[in-house]
């Protein structure tokens, strides 16, 4: 990684601890200490989750994910790890490639300025594994319905059990 790069990581990492401070100091203000809490609480799960995913070994993976919400998109995205993390070194790349193909893909096909969410769930159990869960409103299914169908059968990593519905695009990713 240049130093460039690294120092644009350093200050969106800077950029959101700030937003995260002054929304604290607004509540705080506000005497809405219940508020404070909540933010504390749902700022300590993402870090943990965060701090998981890069103990996960798949730097390609983690750096999308955790750089992903410092650009404008139609949908925000979120990570969880389940389990103990453990080396997943060599599904990086899977990842990788089908995280940022589908991100692609459904930036093309949400609504704009509509309530999108995106949430990866990471299981790193004896087969790890990762769900992807949208909830949000789409314009344009049939590109990815030709997505899904793509990467239904890839080999090493597909996709697995996916449930679609007028408000909500679930599946699974596994591997061999």
């Known amino acids: 990684m240049?130093?460039?790069?690294e120092l644009d990581i350093l200050r969106h990492a800077r950029h959101d601890w700030m937003n995260i401070i002054q929304i604290i100091k607004g509540n705080l203000s506000l005497n809405r200490t219940d508020r404070v809490e909540e933010i504390?609480?749902?700022?300590?799960r993402r870090s943990?989750?965060?701090?998981?995913?890069?103990r996960l070994e798949v730097p390609k993976t983690a750096l999308f994910v955790l750089s992903f919400n410092w650009e404008p998109h139609r949908f925000?995205?979120?990570v969880e790890v389940t389990g103990e993390p453990?080396?997943?070194s060599r599904l990086d790349e899977c990842w990788h490639e089908i995280l940022s193909s589908f991100a692609r893909e459904l930036d093309a096909a949400a609504?704009?300025?509509?309530?999108?969410?995106?949430?990866?769930?990471?299981?790193?159990?004896q087969e790890p594994y990762v769900e992807f869960?949208?909830?949000?409103?789409?314009?344009?299914?049939?590109?990815?319905?030709?997505?899904i169908a793509v990467y239904s059968d890839t080999g090493r990593c597909r996709i697995d059990h996916v449930i679609w519905n007028e408000k909500e695009?679930?599946?699974v990713l596994t591997s061999e």
């Open 169 to 171: 695009l679930v599946f």
């Open 111 to 125: 609504s704009p300025g509509k309530d999108n969410h995106l949430l990866i769930t990471i299981h790193s159990e």
């Open 2 to 5: 240049d130093e460039h790069r």
């Open 76 to 78: 925000s995205l979120d």
């Open 48 to 54: 943990e989750h965060a701090s998981r995913l890069t």
């Open 86 to 88: 453990r080396d997943c």
């Open 40 to 44: 504390l609480n749902e700022t300590i």
């Open 133 to 147: 869960d949208f909830q949000g409103s789409l314009e344009n299914r049939s590109a990815l319905r030709n997505w």
